[in-house]
C-alpha cells in the first residue's frame, strides 16, 4: 500500500504562484513514477504533469508547458508541482497519483495505483 498527501493548495491572484507538495509513504518511492492530475467543478479529471522514477523525465499538459515544474526528491519521498503565471482556469482540486508498471508517462487516470486525497487551488483574478 501507498499512501499519499498532498498539501499546499490554497487561494492565489491571478499572476502568482504556489508550490503543491505530495508526500508519499508505504513503499520505496524511486519505485514509482508520479503524476498530478486536477478536476474543476463539472468537468473530468485531467492530467496536468507526470515524471519518472529517477525524475530524468516529465511531461506536461499543454496547458500548463511553460507555467507548471514537476520535481521530485527521493531522499525525502516527495514530489511537487511548482505552478507559477497562474489564471483562473487553474481553478481545481489537485491530485497526485502514483504509477508502479508500465510506463511512467500515463495521462489518464485508470494509469495510475495509488492517488491522495487532493488540495485545492482557487486563483482570483
Known amino acids: 500500500q501507498v499512501q499519499l498527501v498532498e498539501s499546499g493548495g490554497g487561494l492565489v491572484q491571478a499572476g502568482g504562484s504556489l508550490r503543491l507538495s505530495c508526500a508519499a509513504s508505504?513503499?520505496?518511492?524511486?519505485?514509482?513514477?508520479m503524476g498530478w492530475f486536477r478536476q474543476a467543478p463539472g468537468k473530468e479529471r485531467e492530467f496536468v504533469a507526470a515524471?519518472?522514477?529517477?525524475?530524468?523525465?516529465?511531461y506536461y499538459a499543454d496547458s500548463v508547458k511553460g507555467r507548471f515544474t514537476i520535481s521530485r526528491d527521493n531522499a525525502k519521498n516527495t514530489v511537487y508541482l511548482q505552478m507559477n503565471s497562474l489564471k483562473p482556469e487553474d481553478t481545481a482540486v489537485y491530485y497526485c497519483?502514483?504509477?508502479?508498471?508500465?510506463?511512467?508517462?500515463?495521462?489518464?487516470?485508470?494509469?495510475?495505483?495509488?492517488w491522495g486525497q487532493g488540495t485545492q487551488v482557487t486563483v482570483s483574478s
Open positions: 497519483a502514483a504509477v508502479f508498471s508500465g510506463s511512467w508517462y500515463q495521462p489518464e487516470p485508470s494509469g495510475y495505483d495509488y
Open positions: 508505504g513503499r520505496t518511492f524511486s519505485s514509482y513514477a
Open positions: 515524471i519518472s522514477w529517477s525524475g530524468g523525465s516529465t
